[in-house]
């Protein structure tokens, strides 16, 4: 009877021990046959509610995107193009201050493969991923998709019936969490396919947002001197070559649609030529960033009056002779004229835009450019439709080449956010936050002198006084490039936090002139982490220096790209009634489960837990929180006392108070 008590016990207690390791994800696989070479490796996953899983395509400098590899490619396949993802919504991230990219509910993703052996063989394929609630999970994955011999009867089916097994089709490597369930021989398992049901369109924030941008660019783009003056030349030209006055506004009419449907056909043209996976990948691909600085930087040179950036005039020409013919044809060949002629004002303008839009995914860019298109257009139909407001028009003069510099410098600054996106990607620190802030106070510096008429430009006209439009716009300008300055010495800036890089990418991450008072010297192996709390990275250096001091030791399990892990940080350690603690009663050591940086051959080993080799730091501490905490998730807290035992419960997400009661009850247990 006692044995069997035993035995219930310890049923019950491991149960309790999986108790907190998460799983929220449910992947299942399949392929389909495209043609007799070509198939696609789906990867489909139900995930919990409140949960979400980030895209391969979430911006660097954010949360941890999604990796796929595929191995043992030689001579058996190859891939087409990266994979593609269906059902990823976007959000701006106001921690690392990106659009961040993720899946909420369901997941799916299909990597397009091209088979050179005849054969039959194994695709294994590794997925490494992240998946936050109020606690981040980083987990890895292990798949194998069996692919059978290239015959000319060989037919897999492209949508198998639900609730088919899937025979010899695909096997998947039990992952992290199923494995303590598992029994100690481990064996490939065959699943049901899932059958998840397309994505039902969903209206992003983001398009609304694109949509507001490119129609005040169309607005800015109007007010430049190569469209503003045409407006009434082009209204005069219908009122007077028509009939009457009710076919010189159907005229008028027609050739507003007509612009309209140029610019549009541009931004489906560039989605359909791109297409949406190469559309999301712009934003953190390096080379595009790099040219896109430099394409900005051109565009600033001429619209500050260096040279005219010009189509051929052949083209013009050609579309002229066109536009002569007369009725809608000829009017859809004027909107075209307009488009030509004015390229050196609305060019750079329509550039930006596009590359900003096609983040917004294959939508973006058709969304932008009728933006762009519908200002640039109403009034030319408005001014048709009622001539007489052609009298309050104002004249041109110099303040359209005002309105064109003011573009340049806007462009300008622009252009040093892809840099700094390049440069983030990369991880060369050669435009930290510091040296971004100081060019863009050096350029909105600039352009308000400028506004102000303490600086001319080649084409500006002569100006013996500012107006009061001017004037104030000046003092906007100034304002805002002194309300920069302060970044230099590390305040947040809060309202252009997407634009700089993050104060974490900076010369001084604590900001200029503060130093740490509880501590004069750093020990050795440590640094200053969050709100200048002394961190170690070291677990065994941290408790060696925890020793000397005879303090508890609060582990920080945390990653690098976790969300919920900065949110903590921001929000509950810096409370005043928190940080003095952080400070002075405890050693923090802060392991990030998600250091991709390979441990040394001699201190690589087995996980006891799964039985997969620990290869990086990352793998090392999450199989520490795995075997010893009975947990996979971050944020996690652990007291102990100096040899390593806890003195409470382990917390993760959690309020102020919640924390703050935390951390006194396991100081409180710690005997010194």
Known sequence: MKKIYFLLLAFFGLLQMNAQILNPVKWSTRTEKISATEFNLVFEGIIEDEWHVYSQFTPDGGPLPMEIKFKNAKGNFDLIGKATETGTKKEFNDVFGVDELFFAKKLLIKQKVKITNQNGFK?????????????????????TFDIPKITAAAIIPAAPEKNTVLKDTISIVPDTAAAQKATATEKKSVVSETKIPPKQPEQQKGLLSIFIIAFLSGFAALLTPCVFPLIPMTVSFFTKQSKNKREGKKNAIIYGIS???????????????????????????????????????????????????????????????????????????????????????????????????????????????????????????????????????????????????????????????????????????????????????AIFGVLALYLFGKITMPHDSPLPFISVGRLFLGLLVLSFTVYLIPGLWGAPLKVISAFPPPIEYSENPRGIGKTNQAIGVLPEGAEYGPHDIVTFHDYDKGMAYAKSVNKPVMLDFTGHACVNCRKMEINVWSDKSILPILNTQIVLISLYVDEDIDLPLKD???????????????????????????????????????????????????GVEEYLNWLKRGISKFKK
């Open 123 to 143: 695709i294994d394929a590794n997925v490494d991923y992240q998946v936050c609630k109020s606690s981040c999970i980083n987990d890895k994955k292990n798949f």
């Open 259 to 441: 612009i309209i449907v140029i610019y549009v056909a541009l931004g489906f043209f560039v989605s359909w030529a791109f297409g949406a996976d190469a559309l999301n990948s712009l934003a953190t691909n390096v080379y595009f960033n790099i040219i896109f600085f430099i394409l900005l930087v051109i565009f600033a040179a001429s619209f500050l009056g260096a040279f005219e950036i010009m189509l051929p005039n052949s083209w013009a020409n050609k579309v002229d002779k066109q536009a002569d013919r007369g009725g809608i044809f000829g009017i859809l060949f004027m909107a075209l004229a307009l488009a030509i002629v004015s390229f050196s004002c609305t060019g750079p303008i329509v550039g930006t835009l596009l590359f900003e839009a096609a983040s917004k995914g294959v939508v973006g860019p058709i969304v932008g450019m009728f933006g762009f298109s519908l200002a640039l257009a109403l009034p030319f139909m408005l001014f048709a439709m009622f001539p007489g407001w052609l009298n309050s028009l104002p004249k041109s003069g110099g303040w359209l080449n005002t309105v064109k510099v003011f573009l340049g410098f806007l462009e300008l600054a622009l252009a040093f956010k892809f840099l700094s996106n390049a440069d983030l990607v990369l991880q060369m620190h050669l435009l930290e936050r510091e040296v971004f802030l100081a060019i863009w106070i």
């Open 604 to 654: 690589q080993f087995v996980s006891k837990l799964t039985g997969e080799k620990i290869i990086t730091v990352g793998d090392k501490w999450t199989d520490l929180m795995l075997s010893k905490y009975k947990t996979n998730t971050q944020p996690l807290y652990v007291l102990t006392d100096l040899d390593g035992n806890s003195l409470s419960e382990t917390v993760s997400y959690v």
